[in-house]
C-alpha cells in the first residue's frame, strides 16, 4: 500500500568526541564504579536519553550513578533540542517539538546520526556530533513515536494515534515529504533490520514485517509478516543485540523477546525480572550485555515519564535529577546484523 503527500550543554566537536572515545573504551576505574553506586564494571557504551522535562535529548555518561543537565555536568556529554535551532524553525518546532518521543544513534555513510520523533509531530535525522539537519518533517498530529534510517538513505517513521508506518523518501532532500505509508493500529515502534532485511513496526496488538520496494525516490511497503502479540499494548521495539536475530517487544503488560528466524516469541534470561508493565522501552549493551529499562515512576509530574532508569546484569540505577525521561537506549549504532 502506498501513498504521497503533497539548555544545552555546549561543547566543542573535539572535545566531545574525546570525551565519547573514553567513556566507550568500557574501562573504568574503582573510583568510576564506586559513583556508579556498585553497580560493576561500568557499561561499555554511554545512554542516550529522551527527556521531557526540558525538552532535550542527552548522551550521559553510564559510569555515573545520576546526571544533573542543569549544570557544567562533565557526565552530560552531548545534547539536543529542536528549540531555538534556525534549521528547524519552518517546521514550528515550539509546537511539533513536544514531547520528544524516541532517541536513537544510527550510522549513514560513515557518518552518525541521532535520530528523534516528538508527540507533536516532528521527526528529525541531525548529525552528530555538529548537529547539523540531515533530514525533518513535521508529520502531523498523529504523535510520531519512533524512527529510523535506512541503508539508502530514507527515514522510516511510526505514529500511534495516526496509525501508520511512513518511509520518507529522506535521501530526496532534507525537507523530502514523499512517502509511502501502510496502516497499523496503534503504531509505536521502527526497526530496520539487516538480517531480515526488514521493516519491522509494532503496533497495539500486531508485530509487522515490511518489504521495501520500489525506488529510494518513490519507495513502496509491504506488509509480508503479520504476528499477533502474545499480550495489548505494543509499544517499544528494539533489536536484541547479546542474541542475532531477535527483537525486544514491549507491551502494556510485559517484555518479550521475539525470535525472527523462528517465528516465535522466545524465552530470554532475567525474563522473570526485566519483563513487567509499562516499559518505555528495553535495551541490551552489545559489548557488556547489560540491559537498560526506562518506565515510568510514580509520582513523577510526567504521568509516563522517570527520572530514574534501571540496569540488569549487573544491576543498577541510574538518575537524571529533574527529568522527565520517557525512552533511554545505549549510545550504539549496532542494529543487530
Same mark, same amino acid.
Given at each position: 500500500?502506498?501513498?504521497?503527500?503533497?539548555?544545552?550543554?555546549?561543547?566543542?566537536?573535539?572535545?566531545?568526541?574525546?570525551?565519547?572515545?573514553?567513556?566507550?573504551? +568500557?574501562? &573504568?576505574? =574503582? #573510583?568510576?564504579?564506586? %559513583? /556508579?553506586?556498585? *553497580? +560493576?564494571? &561500568?557499561? =561499555? #557504551?554511554?545512554?542516550? %536519553? /529522551?527527556?521531557? *522535562?526540558?525538552? &532535550?535529548?542527552?548522551?550521559?555518561?553510564?559510569?555515573?550513578?545520576?546526571?544533573?543537565?542543569?549544570?557544567?555536568?562533565?557526565?552530560?556529554?552531548?545534547?539536543?533540542?529542536?528549540?531555538?535551532?534556525?534549521?528547524?524553525?519552518?517546521?514550528?518546532?515550539?509546537?511539533?517539538?513536544?514531547?520528544?518521543?524516541?532517541?536513537?544513534?544510527?550510522?549513514?555513510?560513515?557518518?552518525?546520526?541521532l535520530l528523534v520523533t516528538a508527540s507533536g509531530g516532528l521527526a528529525a535525522v541531525v548529525g552528530y556530533p555538529d548537529r547539523d539537519v540531515y533530514w525533518a518533517a513535521d508529520t502531523g498530529v498523529g504523535n510520531a513515536h519512533s524512527i529510523d534510517l535506512l541503508p539508502d538513505g530514507n527515514v522510516a517513521v511510526a505514529a500511534s494515534t495516526g496509525g501508520y508506518v511512513r518511509l520518507y523518501a529522506a535521501s530526496l532532500g532534507s525537507r523530502a515529504t514523499e512517502h509511502a505509508q501502510v496502516p497499523l493500529a496503534g503504531a509505536?515502534?521502527?526497526?530496520?533490520?539487516p538480517r531480515t532485511r526488514l521493516l519491522w513496526a509494532l503496533g497495539s496488538r500486531q508485530l509487522i514485517g515490511l518489504q521495501v520496494g520500489g525506488t529510494p525516490r518513490e519507495p513502496e511497503l509491504d506488509v509480508v509478516r503479520r504476528v499477533e502479540l502474545p499480550s495489548r499494548g505494543g509499544h517499544d521495539l528494539a533489536p536484541v543485540l547479546g542474541s542475532r536475530g531477535r527483537l525486544w517487544v514491549t507491551t502494556a503488560s510485559a517484555v518479550y523477546q521475539y525470535a525472527t528466524s523462528r517465528r516465535e516469541f522466545v524465552s530470554y534470561p532475567l525474563q522473570s525480572r526485566i519483563s513487567g508493565p509499562g516499559v518505555k522501552s528495553v535495551?541490551?549493551?552489545?559489548?557488556?550485555?547489560?540491559?537498560?529499562?526506562?518506565?515510568?515512576?510514580?509520582?513523577?509530574?510526567?504521568?509516563?515519564?522517570?527520572?530514574?532508569?534501571?540496569?540488569?546484569?549487573?544491576?543498577?540505577?541510574?538518575?537524571?535529577?529533574?527529568?522527565?525521561?520517557?525512552?533511554?537506549?545505549?549510545?550504539?549504532?549496532?542494529?543487530?546484523?
Open positions: 500500500m502506498r501513498a504521497r503527500v503533497g539548555r544545552l550543554v555546549r561543547r566543542s566537536p573535539a572535545v566531545v568526541l574525546a570525551v565519547l572515545m573514553t567513556a566507550t573504551t +568500557g574501562v &573504568a576505574t =574503582a #573510583a568510576d564504579r564506586g %559513583a /556508579a553506586g556498585g *553497580a +560493576g564494571a &561500568a557499561p =561499555a #557504551a554511554p545512554i542516550v %536519553a /529522551a527527556d521531557q *522535562a526540558t525538552r &532535550a535529548v542527552y548522551v550521559l555518561d553510564a559510569r555515573q550513578a545520576s546526571w544533573d543537565a542543569g549544570s557544567d555536568d562533565p557526565g552530560v556529554l552531548w545534547s539536543f533540542s529542536a528549540d531555538g535551532r534556525r534549521s528547524l524553525e519552518d517546521l514550528r518546532t515550539d509546537v511539533t517539538w513536544t514531547n520528544p518521543s524516541e532517541a536513537k544513534v544510527r550510522e549513514l555513510d560513515g557518518r552518525r546520526y509505536h515502534g521502527v526497526h530496520w533490520d535495551g541490551d549493551d552489545p559489548d557488556t550485555g547489560q540491559v537498560l529499562v526506562a518506565r515510568p515512576e510514580p509520582g513523577n509530574p510526567c504521568a509516563w515519564c522517570t527520572t530514574r532508569l534501571f540496569l540488569y546484569r549487573p544491576d543498577g540505577t541510574r538518575t537524571l535529577l529533574r527529568g522527565g525521561m520517557y525512552k533511554a537506549r545505549w549510545w550504539t549504532a549496532d542494529r543487530g546484523r
